[in-house]
């Protein structure tokens, strides 16, 4: 028998609560029981992002939201700038040529967070510039980007909005959409939210709204507007994922019984001690700027294929971890901590870590990232108690 863990960085772990939940049996989305429902889980939405506006439910998965975050708000001919320091990073400077967008591309060096700076003198290079598109974590390296910085840069600019993809963000670490004044913001169900792929979630700005009013891109399924209105009434557009929404109340209900900041700091002592653990077993991150307290990712040590570290992790062992992207593919391995995960996640993912390289034949002591990551969690679990 072979036990299956699941420690990739999307989809993530669900709740025995939330399967539950989404297997009772399906409500027609039209019915008034579907429009309370969904009436609660939008205002309960609210609470996660820190907003007071409407927060806009899809069925997708998170590039589906990411489309219409460009589709919907700019125009062929805008230009925009695209924060391109990672996988996800490229995928909006895609979605901006699409549809006929200028980019403006700020390339960063994958493993390292933008310098705002940068920024800063591309908007006083070209004030036309109509959105700034960044990731709050880029999930192929690691990283967090200073979201909060780069908002005060456009924060005081009438036509530019800052769009951030928080798929990997949100609700790992603290994001205040409206004090920190983030015009749109992308999040999906597989990570944080607990929940299997198939929905996408985006707060809109009053701003932003302005500046979709004069967007040319056309957009049917991903027509935020017309989603905004039906949503106001309890509805969607087109026909939801019923059941992904019966189990994402289930979801926010957990989330509100936590607390957000409790939540932040659970996943913020659980990375660090995930982090620590790896460096004291010899191994190397390869997150050079401020990590991202979703994901930890691990530099294959020499002589080791990080592709090689990532099999074995799911044939050996059973825990779905990831690999690496492009260029990185075989360099690096990633483990994820962000959602429904506790202390023994982290130590089970570190002995597992250890084990294979091992059995790959790297010269690691057994035991030594495991003895870290306990001597950790250990001491926040008493000052907590």
């Known amino acids: 028998m072979l036990k299956r863990y699941l420690l990739a960085p999307g989809p993530t772990q669900v709740p025995p609560e939330v399967l539950l939940a989404m297997a009772t049996p399906v409500i027609h989305h039209r019915a008034p029981e579907f429009a309370d429902l969904f009436g609660r889980v939008r205002n309960d939405l609210k609470t996660v992002f ?26 062929p001919g805008d230009k ?10 490229e995928r909006w400077g895609k979605l901006c040529q699409t549809f006929g967008v200028h980019v403006v591309e700020i390339k960063v060096e994958w493993g390292q967070e933008v310098d705002p700076q940068l920024v800063h003198e591309a908007l006083r290079k070209d004030p036309s510039i109509k959105a700034g598109y960044v990731q709050a974590s880029e999930t192929s390296t690691g990283i967090a980007h200073d979201i909060k910085a780069l908002a005060e840069l ?13 798929i990997t963000a949100l609700g790992v ?5 409206d004090a920190w004044a983030l015009d749109v913001v ?7 939210f607990m929940l299997p792929p198939g929905l996408a979630f985006v707060s809109v700005s009053e701003k932003a709204w302005r500046l979709a009013e004069k967007a040319k891109n056309s957009a049917f399924y991903f027509n935020f507007k017309k989603e905004r209105d039906a949503q106001a009434k309890n509805q969607t557009a087109y026909t939801p994922a019923v059941s ?28 660090h001690a995930m982090r620590e653990a790896v460096q004291a077993a010899g191994l190397s991150l390869f997150t050079k700027g401020r990590p991202s307290d979703a994901l930890t990712v691990i530099a ?45 996640d982290v130590i089970m993912g570190m ?5 294979v390289l091992k059995d790959l034949g790297y010269p690691i002591r057994l035991g030594q990232g495991v003895g870290k990551a306990q001597e950790l969690l250990c001491a926040s679990a008493q000052k907590a108690g």
């Open 244 to 271: 992904m929404i019966v189990g994402l109340e289930a979801v926010l209900r957990m989330m509100k019984a936590e607390g957000l900041q409790n939540m932040f700091a659970r996943q913020r002592r659980l990375a």
């Open 351 to 355: 002995a597992a870590v250890e084990m």
């Open 50 to 75: 820190q907003t007071a506006q409407d927060v806009l439910i899809l069925a997708s998965s998170g590039t589906g939201a990411m489309e219409g975050a460009v589709s919907n708000f700019l125009s």
């Open 80 to 89: 925009a700038i695209v924060i391109n320091g990672g996988k996800f990073g």
């Open 186 to 192: 992308v999040a999906g169900s597989q990570k944080a």
């Open 173 to 177: 670490f603290d994001i205040p959409t």
């Open 300 to 344: 294959a040590p020499p002589g080791i294929d990080g592709q090689a570290v990532y099999k074995q992790l799911r044939e050996q062992y059973g825990i779905t971890a990831a690999g690496g992207q492009d260029h990185l593919k075989g360099k690096i391995f990633r483990l994820s901590h962000m959602g429904y995960v506790d202390t023994f």
């Open 154 to 166: 456009v924060r005081e600019r009438d036509e530019t909005i800052l769009v951030v993809d928080a």
